[in-house]
């Protein structure tokens, strides 16, 4: 058996997952912290047999097990990030809580740790569940620091309780603050990005898509007759092209104007595309012509989809006011591969001229 790589290890044990990834890094930052400051804080008393350290020592590492898989499948069981840093949040509270009560001359170390529980839990929570994670946390342990003060005041000195209340509830309420002013900016950044986001999508479409008939642009098909002659293929067979061009558009929109000359654009657009077969490409390339390039294509299966675009764009309403019905002329040439394919275009783009002299509404092929 080959022996499991590093990365193939830390994908077994953090997931493939992004976000998962890094939440189960966190987890893993969580689990370090409190090893190192709860084997400090009451490694030697546990090894020692003092069964409070031995049971917070337990506590903390069934805690830590138990949010493991809670964050690896928290998604598949509908569990929120916020609910599981939420979760995590009390528990670690709890852990802060007891250390204190029972940490004796060292207690002080694990008030420390408090505000740095809002920090880790800035990144799930929102700034309102955020502050009210703070106000539990200083009422749980003001709450502990009082009773303490109260029943035991020679190894709690209420004065000295006081100044430690006053020291973690000023830290706490600085770093949520200031972790607050952190998560309206990240909100404020993601929404930036979206939006940056959306507008490179728009930009994007603008870039390859006529707007208008909503047909690839010329841009556009000039890349795709430029990746097309890249691959330039003999085994795939044969690449046409033709030159469409929509008959009379100039006395469509003299007579009826340019809104309805744009109706009919749209229209013939729609029932050309609808002819498309996979991997066919239909663009506008200029005005009222369009180009169409059809790859793995025999001239007679070339012309066989422009008959039926003919057919389509024949069957359109004629635009309001119009007694002639829409048609249009194409030039048909077949790609050699010893040429390159603007020559291609070239000679479809004369053979609709000769379309057109011979009477229009037809496809001569070159």
Same mark, same amino acid.
């Given at each position: 058996?080959?022996?499991?790589? +590093?990365?193939?290890a830390a994908?077994m044990?953090?997931?493939?997952?992004?976000?998962? =990834?890094?939440?189960?890094?966190?987890w893993?930052?969580?689990?370090?912290?409190?090893?190192?400051v709860?084997?400090?804080?009451?490694?030697?008393?546990a090894l020692a047999?003092?069964?409070?350290?031995?049971a917070?020592c337990l506590?903390?590492?069934a805690?830590?097990?138990?949010?493991?898989?809670?964050?690896?499948?928290?998604?598949?069981?509908?569990?929120?990030?916020?609910?599981?840093?939420?979760?995590?949040?009390?528990?670690?509270?709890?852990?802060h809580?007891?250390?204190?009560?029972?940490?004796?001359?060292?207690?002080?170390?694990t008030?420390?740790?408090?505000?740095?529980i809002?920090v880790?839990?800035?990144? $799930? %929570? !929102?700034?309102?569940?955020?502050?009210?994670l703070?106000?539990?946390?200083?009422?749980?342990?003001?709450?502990?620091m009082?009773?303490?003060?109260?029943?035991?005041? %020679?190894?709690?000195?209420?004065?000295?309780?006081?100044?430690?209340?006053?020291?973690? $509830?000023?830290a706490?309420? @600085?770093?949520?603050? /200031?972790?607050?002013?952190?998560?309206? %900016? +990240?909100a404020?950044?993601k929404?930036?990005?979206?939006?940056? /986001?959306?507008?490179?999508?728009?930009?994007?479409?603008?870039?390859?898509?006529?707007?208008?008939?909503?047909?690839?642009?010329r841009? =556009?098909?000039? #890349?795709?007759?430029?990746?097309?002659?890249?691959?330039?293929? $003999?085994?795939?067979?044969?690449?046409?092209?033709?030159?469409?061009d929509?008959?009379?558009?100039? +006395?469509?929109?003299?007579?009826f104007?340019?809104?309805?000359?744009d109706?009919?654009?749209r229209?013939f657009?729609? &029932?050309?595309r609808a002819?498309?077969?996979?991997?066919?490409?239909?663009?506008?390339?200029?005005? #009222?012509?369009f180009?169409?390039?059809?790859?793995?294509t025999?001239?007679?299966?070339?012309?066989?989809?422009?008959?039926?675009?003919? @057919?389509r764009?024949?069957a359109?309403?004629?635009?309001?006011?119009?007694t002639? !019905?829409?048609s249009?002329?194409?030039?048909?040439?077949?790609?050699?591969?010893?040429?390159p394919?603007?020559?291609?275009?070239?000679?479809?783009?004369?053979?609709?001229?000769?379309?057109?002299?011979?009477?229009?509404?037809?496809?001569?092929? &070159?």
């Amino acid at each position: 058996m080959s022996m499991i790589t +590093r990365h193939e290890a830390a994908r077994m044990l953090f997931g493939a997952d992004r976000k998962l =990834h890094r939440m189960l890094q966190y987890w893993a930052g969580t689990a370090i912290m409190y090893t190192i400051v709860i084997g400090m804080l009451f490694g030697p008393a546990a090894l020692a047999g003092q069964p409070q350290a031995r049971a917070i020592c337990l506590y903390v590492a069934a805690g830590v097990a138990v949010f493991y898989p809670l964050v690896r499948i928290g998604t598949r069981i509908g569990l929120a990030p916020t609910i599981l840093a939420g979760l995590q949040g009390i528990f670690s509270i709890s852990c802060h809580v007891w250390g204190y009560s029972i940490a004796g001359p060292l207690r002080g170390a694990t008030l420390v740790g408090l505000p740095v529980i809002v920090v880790f839990c800035v990144f $799930a %929570l !929102r700034p309102r569940q955020t502050l009210m994670l703070t106000a539990f946390n200083l009422s749980v342990m003001g709450g502990t620091m009082w009773w303490h003060a109260a029943h035991d005041p %020679l190894h709690f000195p209420p004065a000295a309780e006081a100044v430690n209340f006053v020291f973690v $509830a000023v830290a706490s309420l @600085a770093v949520t603050l /200031l972790t607050g002013e952190m998560s309206k %900016l +990240r909100a404020r950044l993601k929404t930036q990005k979206d939006e940056l /986001l959306t507008a490179l999508d728009t930009i994007r479409t603008l870039a390859t898509i006529d707007e208008l008939t909503k047909l690839a642009n010329r841009r =556009h098909m000039n #890349e795709l007759l430029a990746q097309e002659e890249r691959r330039r293929d $003999a085994a795939r067979g044969p690449t046409c092209i033709a030159v469409l061009d929509i008959d009379f558009f100039k +006395r469509i929109n003299d007579s009826f104007g340019h809104a309805a000359g744009d109706s009919v654009l749209r229209d013939f657009a729609q &029932a050309t595309r609808a002819e498309l077969r996979e991997g066919d490409a239909l663009a506008r390339w200029g005005g #009222e012509e369009f180009l169409l390039m059809l790859p793995n294509t025999t001239p007679a299966n070339a012309r066989a989809v422009l008959e039926r675009m003919r @057919a389509r764009v024949a069957a359109l309403e004629p635009c309001d006011g119009a007694t002639e !019905r829409v048609s249009f002329s194409a030039g048909l040439s077949i790609w050699h591969p010893d040429e390159p394919i603007a020559e291609t275009v070239n000679r479809a783009d004369k053979a609709l001229y000769a379309a057109k002299v011979a009477g229009r509404n037809r496809v001569i092929e &070159a």
